[in-house]
T-cell receptor, first 112, second 115 residues
Framework: DQQVKQNSPSLSVQEGRISILNCDYT??????FLWYKKYPAEGPTFLIS?????DKNEDGRFTVFLNKSAKHLSLHIVPSQPGDSAVYFC???????????FGDGTTLTVKP | EAQVTQNPRYLITVTGKKLTVTCSQN?????MSWYRQDPGLGLRQIYY???????DKGDVPEGYKVSRKEKRNFPLILESPSPNQTSLYFC??????????????FGSGTRLTVV
């Protein structure tokens, strides 16, 4: 049973437009959600997170939205830039706990 | 520079030959974890450690061992590697508690091939 799902393996957007990456989860006990970005031949790097007590968190061009009733979160990138082209993973975990679960990733391509 | 260092970056080995992948962090993080990534799949957690001498299984622990004798080091041990353990491995670390500002710090990865 895959507890965290990213249903779109890939997404292509034009430079300057909005990129929206989606993630669904099944375990309502998760209380902490994170997005990571990964370039080829590198480890993932932390991008932005959100606690279950919030429904939105912003950091510059990146905004994460959490809809707990739908068990859905999304990452918005505005405006998208070619350097944003990477694989994006969403992850879910529990505060102060060890287990974490990642989605399969979405490959974002931003075209100039 | 704050970082997680994995060694080696690349390793080709034969079935059954014991190997260790090292992981070291210089940020005084309590938490460390190992993941594997296979084509088309996300990162699957192998083992994690909440502190020295405290380790626990993730989602795919079979065939792996870990130890946490020092806070900075968290080696991954494959006692008898098999071809299905061919994968890209990542080590990660973080403080416990509120990770809202930084998440996990990952190493650069170790690409293991078992023939």
């Amino acid at each position: 049973d895959q507890q965290v799902k990213q249903n779109s393996p890939s997404l292509s957007v034009q430079e300057g437009r909005i990129s929206i990456l989606n993630c669904d989860y099944t375990n309502s006990m998760f209380d902490y959600f994170l997005w990571y970005k990964k370039y080829p031949a590198e480890g993932p790097t932390f991008l932005i997170s959100i606690s279950s007590i919030k429904d939105k968190n912003e950091d510059g061009r990146f905004t994460v939205f959490l809809n707990k009733s739908a068990k859905h979160l999304s990452l918005h990138i505005v405006p998208s830039q070619p350097g944003d082209s990477a694989v994006y993973f969403c992850a879910a975990s529990y505060t102060n706990a060890g287990k974490s679960t990642f989605g399969d990733g979405t490959t974002l391509t931003v075209k100039p | 520079e704050a970082q997680v260092t994995q060694n080696p970056r690349y390793l080709i080995t034969v079935t059954g030959k014991k190997l260790t992948v090292t992981c070291s962090q210089n940020m005084n993080h309590e938490y460390m974890s190992w993941y594997r990534q296979d084509p088309g799949l996300g990162l699957r957690q192998i083992y994690y450690s909440m502190n020295v001498e405290v380790t626990d299984k993730g989602d795919v622990p079979e065939g792996y061992k870990v130890s946490r004798k020092e806070k900075r080091n968290f080696p991954l041990i494959l006692e008898s590697p098999s071809p299905n353990q061919t994968s890209l491995y990542f080590c990660a670390s973080s403080f416990l508690g509120d990770r809202s500002n930084y998440g996990y710090t990952f190493g650069s990865g170790t690409r293991l091939t078992v023939v």
